[in-house]
């Protein structure tokens, strides 16, 4: 199994994604991964709760890189596909497929949420927070998607979230370092792979207007490309898509 940076394990923190900024704010680099059984203020996308229950996982890596801010954000693609891959660890090839931008949907459910986050350190370095939550044991309940767990697919007991996280760095360790030294295409090319709903039609609701069209894959850049009903490709490059009904 491939190397990974190394692991700073806590019973509890408000969030690994905010003590990952404290550190980046305060000229720390990493890289280094930072994992809590319990977190008190966990964050999702767009400002969401992400709330861990007892065995779940919490972990975000602190790492610099010296790509520029629009190479940088390609990291969630790869953190997609450790996830993905641990949940394949767990429950066998095909269980997880991935959904644009960034989400892992395990049968048709999510299992994983992601949140990239990034700013600039006092030496002007780029530092990047790649917090990754998953439901090893517990799915929340009342969440806008249907959510799955990990332990409701299996017939044995959920790996505990560090031997979880011991699997997820090693991938993450894998797909970051094909894309440093090959660029994104392989990123793509597995991306792709295991993707959920391309060519099927979809809503994308942006920041300021939903679109409807059909989702047709990923652009050089990770941006969905989207055809609308016209013939129209449309770039979409932040915002949330569904497919039915995920």
């Known amino acids: 199994m491939a190397s990974h940076p190394p692991i700073e394990a806590y ?6 994604n905010a003590e990952a900024r404290r550190r980046a704010e305060a000229g720390e680099g990493g890289p280094v991964w930072i994992t809590a059984l319990r977190q008190n203020a966990g964050r999702g996308r ?3 709760a992400w709330q861990t229950a007892s065995g779940n996982l919490a972990a975000t890596l602190l790492l610099t890189t010296d790509k520029t801010a629009g190479e940088a954000a390609q990291i969630s693609f790869v953190a997609a596909l450790a996830a993905a891959d641990l949940a ?9 497929k991935l959904k644009w931008p960034n989400d892992v949907l395990v049968h048709g459910r999510k299992a994983v949420g992601i949140l990239v986050e990034s700013g600039t350190r006092p030496d002007g370095a780029l530092w990047l927070a790649v917090g990754i939550g998953v439901n090893l044991a517990h799915a929340p309940q009342d969440v806008e998607r249907p959510a799955t767990a990990l332990a409701d697919h299996m ?3 959920p790996p505990a979230p560090l031997d979880a996280l011991e699997v997820l760095a090693s991938r993450f360790e894998h797909w970051r370092a094909t894309w440093d030294r090959e660029g994104f295409a392989p990123v793509a090319k597995g991306w792709t792979a295991n993707a959920h709903g391309l060519g099927e039609p979809c809503e994308a609701r942006l920041p300021n207007q939903t679109i409807k069209g059909t989702a047709l894959g990923l652009d050089d850049d990770g ?4 055809k609308l009903d016209d013939g129209a490709i449309l770039r979409i490059t932040a915002g949330d898509v569904f497919f039915g009904g995920a």
């Not at 019973?11 to 690994?16: F, I, Q, W």
């Not at 941006?223 to 989207?226: D, E, H, N, Q, T």
């Open 46 to 48: 767009r400002g969401r």
């Open 155 to 157: 017939t044995v007991p």
């Open 223 to 226: 941006a969905l490309r989207l």
């Open 88 to 96: 394949e660890t767990c429950l066998g090839v095909g269980a997880a």
């Open 11 to 16: 019973d509890e923190l408000d969030s690994t």
